[in-house]
């Protein structure tokens, strides 16, 4: 079940029954050779989809444009200031929250967005904190769970590309958008086949040293196939953690 594809009334109903939503969050970003520049929005977004559709969970909009200042020497990425970020993120959940959602489950898909996710966290809780006006309201709970760090999928991504999975545009991430958007698959050559790793710093160092955006990765490994597994096995994980989330 989609936020952004039903009606008020609708969600009216899934409150009755669930206070918990899972809200995608990524980056757009380049992403190499062949990957999309949504890559990390549309990862999330692809998993909590097919997670909602299989279990009823509530997923809303995506959050798509995160930190990627690194990125910016390359055409087409779009970044937020870690404020910008924060104040945004504090909207959503205050939206969310007078509706009568209480659990906020962020599905991640981009390594960058960490720490500005945590001191969004951070700033949301001091809200409630700060208020002294003595609201006995139901407590607010934040979740930030990175979509490879889900029981079993960083283990099951370094077994199918055991060479070259690396750390930005992995051959992981671009399948399952492959699986999400087959008509954009790419075939390009890499070269170098595996790409260097190092050190990110800002835009223009990170350009000389990824000069085609790639870190320690061959991205030309990745399939439809591959892509579809992934996505099986996350959104399963995502149902069980997502779960856990609202018992505890
Ligand atoms: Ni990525």
Same mark, same amino acid.
């Given at each position: 079940m989609q936020l952004h594809q039903s009606t008020w009334q609708e969600i009216d109903k899934y409150l009755e029954t669930s206070k918990g939503i899972v809200i995608p969050v990524g980056s757009t970003e380049q992403h190499g050779p062949n990957g999309l520049l949504g890559t990390d929005a549309l990862c999330p977004e692809i998993i909590a989809k097919h997670a909602g559709d299989a279990s009823g969970i509530l997923v809303g909009p995506t959050f798509n444009v995160g930190i990627a200042q690194h990125h910016m020497a390359f055409s087409g990425t779009i970044t937020l200031r870690p404020s910008t970020m924060i104040a945004a993120m504090h909207d959503w959940v205050s939206s969310l929250r007078r509706h009568g959602f209480e659990k906020i489950y962020w599905l991640n898909g981009h390594g960058g967005n960490i720490a500005t996710i945590n001191a969004a966290f951070a700033e949301i809780y001091t809200d409630g904190s700060l208020d002294t006006s003595g609201h006995n309201g139901p407590p607010l709970v934040l979740n930030l769970k990175? @979509? @490879?760090?889900?029981?079993?999928i960083m283990k099951m991504c370094t077994k199918m590309y055991p060479e070259g999975h690396g750390s930005h545009a992995t051959p992981s991430e671009v399948a399952i958008t492959y699986f999400g958007y087959p008509e954009s698959v790419k075939d390009v050559a890499m070269s170098p086949k595996i790409a260097p790793h190092g050190p990110i710093h800002d835009a223009e160092d990170y350009r000389r040293r990824f000069p085609d955006g790639r870190i320690g990765s061959d991205p030309a490994l990745a399939t439809v196939e591959d892509g579809g597994k992934l996505v099986d096995a996350t959104s399963k994980a995502l149902i069980a953690d997502f779960g856990k989330f609202l018992a505890t």
């Amino acid at each position: 079940m989609q936020l952004h594809q039903s009606t008020w009334q609708e969600i009216d109903k899934y409150l009755e029954t669930s206070k918990g939503i899972v809200i995608p969050v990524g980056s757009t970003e380049q992403h190499g050779p062949n990957g999309l520049l949504g890559t990390d929005a549309l990862c999330p977004e692809i998993i909590a989809k097919h997670a909602g559709d299989a279990s009823g969970i509530l997923v809303g909009p995506t959050f798509n444009v995160g930190i990627a200042q690194h990125h910016m020497a390359f055409s087409g990425t779009i970044t937020l200031r870690p404020s910008t970020m924060i104040a945004a993120m504090h909207d959503w959940v205050s939206s969310l929250r007078r509706h009568g959602f209480e659990k906020i489950y962020w599905l991640n898909g981009h390594g960058g967005n960490i720490a500005t996710i945590n001191a969004a966290f951070a700033e949301i809780y001091t809200d409630g904190s700060l208020d002294t006006s003595g609201h006995n309201g139901p407590p607010l709970v934040l979740n930030l769970k990175n @979509w @490879w760090e889900l029981p079993g999928i960083m283990k099951m991504c370094t077994k199918m590309y055991p060479e070259g999975h690396g750390s930005h545009a992995t051959p992981s991430e671009v399948a399952i958008t492959y699986f999400g958007y087959p008509e954009s698959v790419k075939d390009v050559a890499m070269s170098p086949k595996i790409a260097p790793h190092g050190p990110i710093h800002d835009a223009e160092d990170y350009r000389r040293r990824f000069p085609d955006g790639r870190i320690g990765s061959d991205p030309a490994l990745a399939t439809v196939e591959d892509g579809g597994k992934l996505v099986d096995a996350t959104s399963k994980a995502l149902i069980a953690d997502f779960g856990k989330f609202l018992a505890t």
